[in-house]
């Protein structure tokens, strides 16, 4: 499986992202995809996943302001950030999984700044 992130950049606290990430190659019907970044200095931490059939999980710091989603004809995942802070400020990473694997994305930047 290969992922390819996309959307990251640099935004003016108050703004919005969107980030895309694209699955390619032995897709599973059930699987869970999600976005997790890592801050410099920090742990790599779970920002929201979402299931195939839909159910979402997300980090309390995220709730309200982020949205996942995902079009499984696609077999893309979508992160939509609003409200951003200067403490979202990381290389945002997109993960696959799936009968137990787990497939990383490169990661994408985004920096919340004036």
């Known amino acids: 499986v290969q992922l390819q992130a996309s959307g990251g950049g640099l935004v003016q606290p108050g703004g919005s992202l969107r980030l895309s990430c694209a699955a390619s190659?032995?897709?599973?019907?059930?699987?869970?995809m999600g976005w997790y970044r890592q801050a410099p200095g920090k742990q790599r931490e779970l920002v929201a996943t979402?299931?195939?059939?839909?159910?979402?999980n997300y980090a309390d710091s995220v709730k309200g302001r982020f949205i996942i989603s995902r079009d499984n004809v696609k077999n893309t995942v979508y992160l939509q950030m609003d409200s951003l802070k200067p403490e979202d400020t990381a290389v945002y990473y997109c993960k696959y999984s799936a009968r137990g694997m787990d497939y990383w994305g490169k990661g994408t930047q985004v920096t919340v700044s004036s």
């Open positions: 979402i299931i195939s059939v839909g159910n979402k």
């Open positions: 190659g032995s897709i599973f019907r059930l699987n869970v």
